[in-house]
């Protein structure tokens, strides 16, 4: 087969046979590169009851979706999922493989990697094709986007974030092949999930919050943090934070916001006390209004937002949390 | 006795406000001196692994791949609590992509001999793609999990672990010898003691090259590297900011103002 016309590969991602949203954006950007190359786009769905989900990924773009449905595959299983997916690839030999950047995907995204003796790029922002179409995997670095390529190993990996690429209209008059897989039993079983424990998330959730409140470096220590989490919490907003705010131990890491974090889109973005670093700014995608606190009138945070306040964090963010007190008490009295 | 292996890597001090830049008009890299220090979630795993010693019979080795000054963050484990260093630096290894620095570091813990568990951070600062810890593992051909925070059981052959997920966690079952990437959930790292670094003078740390791995120059390093940076381009902001100004209390209502023209509040 022509190295061109290998197909395009999703690995879809369901946590109890519900299809993560990350799944069908992956496979919206991979039917886009299918169209560029003359090829197909196939998702992977592996998983315990999942076999009607299977229309869903052929409604958003997929051509053929591959199936292994029993209930060995409920939990995500480590030597399970990558013997699967490594033997069909090496049978199906597509030319690129996403992955959501999920916590299966960043898991299970290297072993099937290292298993296919090929490259693989993490947290993607962007992937077009190049003049020889070659994939061009986007990441942040040196305050600029640095393009990953993979020139002779297939298939050509990377894993990308919820958020990065749009939900593709779902056509539910498409029409798709399944192909049901059998699961092997010679797998080696060193390792096995025995639970999944979900957690209610504390706070308001960033992926659908409309406004963000960011805290970063420059929050200082504890007490600085929690004014800035007193902020949000004014504007019933939700907490997001930069990287040394979580190596501080101040936030959650699943609060983090950027390359290797959360995409977020919010109609209002606050961030205090933060730099504007490249990897933090990419999980921004569209808000309507961004708006900077930040003590260094240099800083190149506000190069990137529409509104900048000069002042110490510390000291500002009080002054600024009683006056949206007083306009919250005077709009509820009008 | 519970061997361990910790993989360390010397990252640039994340502190340091002196990032690496392009210039924007040459579009070549700026380059500025930062001095090296231990990935910060490096220190998670070797915490974890003193832990382990400070419970039981465990010997504990450190592993670094790196330019001769990553001998410094050996040498700095060492005085940590480390029994033995290794430092696995040759100009050949230089350009590896996590696929061959995965590779190099499964050579060099094949050679340091019989392991039953290795440590990494989930993820290191400068390269932060999560993937050294699952790759390595497939060299060895031994599970892994990723993202521990908490070591359940560890008596035996078999481990439970919990491992960080989206709003929760998902308990595991492993058979060691094993890989585990661990968050800085796991513990507290502890600090440097002076006797530490007085007992490191006497421990030892063996610097391999590509000799002493005996691994073909084809496999490691650049050439070793599937992934390759094809551009660098420089972005633009599309935003253009109006700085708000006057006194504390008079920028704090300018900007209520804002909120609530734009109707967020
Ligand atoms: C591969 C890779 C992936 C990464 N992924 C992410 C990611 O997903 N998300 C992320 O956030 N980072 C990520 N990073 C880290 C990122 O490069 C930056 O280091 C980080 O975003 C900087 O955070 P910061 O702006 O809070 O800190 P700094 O850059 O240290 O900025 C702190 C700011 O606070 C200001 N300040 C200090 N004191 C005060 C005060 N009292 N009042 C007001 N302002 C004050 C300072 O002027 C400064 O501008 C990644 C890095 C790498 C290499």
């Known amino acids: ?334 | 006795m519970l061997n361990i292996v910790v993989c360390v890597k010397a990252v640039p001090d994340p502190k340091e406000a002196c990032n690496i830049k392009i210039d924007p008009d040459t579009k070549t890299l700026m380059r500025c001196e930062v001095p090296f220090v231990v990935n910060p979630l490096d220190k998670n795993a070797m915490e974890a692994a003193l832990q382990l010693k400070e419970q039981g019979d465990a010997h504990i080795s450190v592993l670094s791949m790196g330019p001769p000054e990553a001998g410094n963050i050996v040498k700095e484990c060492l005085a940590l609590g480390a029994d033995q260093g290794f430092l696995l630096s040759d100009p050949a290894f230089g350009g590896a992509d996590a696929y061959a620095t995965a590779y190099t570091l499964a050579k060099g813990i094949e050679k340091i001999g019989s392991f039953d568990v290795v440590f990494c951070g989930m993820a290191s600062s400068d390269g932060s793609t999560e993937w050294v810890g699952p790759e390595m593992a497939t060299f060895l051909n031994i599970p892994v999990v990723t993202m521990v925070k908490e070591i359940v059981e560890s008596e035996g052959e078999f481990w439970q672990v919990k491992a960080s997920l989206e709003n929760g966690y998902r308990l595991m079952r492993v058979q060691l010898p094993a890989v585990f990437t661990v968050t800085r959930d796991l513990n507290t790292p502890r600090t440097l003691s002076f006797s530490g670094i007085i007992k490191a003078r006497k421990k030892e740390i063996s610097e391999w090259g590509i000799h002493e791995l005996g691994v073909p120059a084809e496999l490691l390093g650049v050439k070793g590297s599937p992934t390759v940076v094809s551009n660098l381009s420089t972005t633009e902001s599309k935003r253009e900011v109006e700085m708000i100004s006057g006194t504390r209390e008079e920028k704090a209502e300018q900007l209520v103002q804002k909120l609530a023209e734009a109707g967020v509040i």
Not at chain 1, 121 to 131: E, F, M, P, R, S
Not at chain 1, 210 to 219: E, K, L, Q, S, T
Request: proline share 6%; charged share 25%; net charge negative.
């Open chain 1, 1 to 334: 087969m022509d190295k061109t016309q290998a197909p395009v590969w999703v690995i879809a991602d369901q946590i109890d046979c519900r299809i993560l949203s990350v799944s069908f954006q992956l496979i919206g950007r991979a039917r886009k590169l299918a169209d560029e190359l003359e090829t197909s786009v196939e998702a992977v769905l592996l998983g315990d009851n999942v076999r009607e989900q299977t229309q869903q990924l052929v409604a958003a773009g997929a051509d053929t979706v591959y199936l292994a449905n029993s209930p060995e595959l409920y939990f995500y299983q480590p030597e399970l999922y990558t013997e699967i997916i490594v033997k069909l690839a090496q049978k199906q030999q597509p030319q690129i493989m996403m992955l959501g950047s999920t916590s299966m995907g960043r898991e299970l995204a290297p072993l099937v990697a290292a298993r296919l003796k090929t490259g693989l790029t993490a947290h993607c922002i962007d992937l077009v094709l190049d003049k020889d179409r070659i994939l061009e995997q986007k990441i942040p670095a040196y305050g600029g986007l640095l393009s990953i390529i993979c020139p002779e190993k297939r298939p050509q990996m990377a894993t990308i974030a919820s958020g990065v690429f749009p939900k593709p209209e779902m056509d539910a008059e498409r029409t798709g092949e399944v192909v049901e897989l059998e699961v092997p039993i010679d797998v080696p079983r060193r390792i096995e999930t025995l639970e999944v424990v979900r957690e209610e998330p504390k706070g308001v959730p960033l992926e659908s919050a409309p406004i963000i409140v960011a805290g970063g470096a420059g929050a200082g220590d504890p007490d600085g943090w929690q004014q800035i989490a007193d902020l949000a919490n004014t504007l019933n907003a939700a907490l997001g934070c930069t990287r040394p705010a979580v190596d501080e131990g101040w936030a959650d890491l699943e609060t983090m916001i950027g390359q290797s974090g959360k995409m977020v889109s919010p109609e209002c973005y606050i961030g205090v006390g933060l730099s504007g670093e490249l990897q933090h700014m990419v999980g921004i995608v569209g808000s309507q209004i961004m708006i900077a606190i930040n003590n260094d009138a240099k800083s190149p945070v506000f190069e990137k937002v529409d509104f900048g306040i000069v002042d110490d964090g510390r000291e500002f963010v009080p002054v600024l949390i009683e006056k949206i007190k007083k306009y919250q008490e005077k709009k509820v009295t009008c």
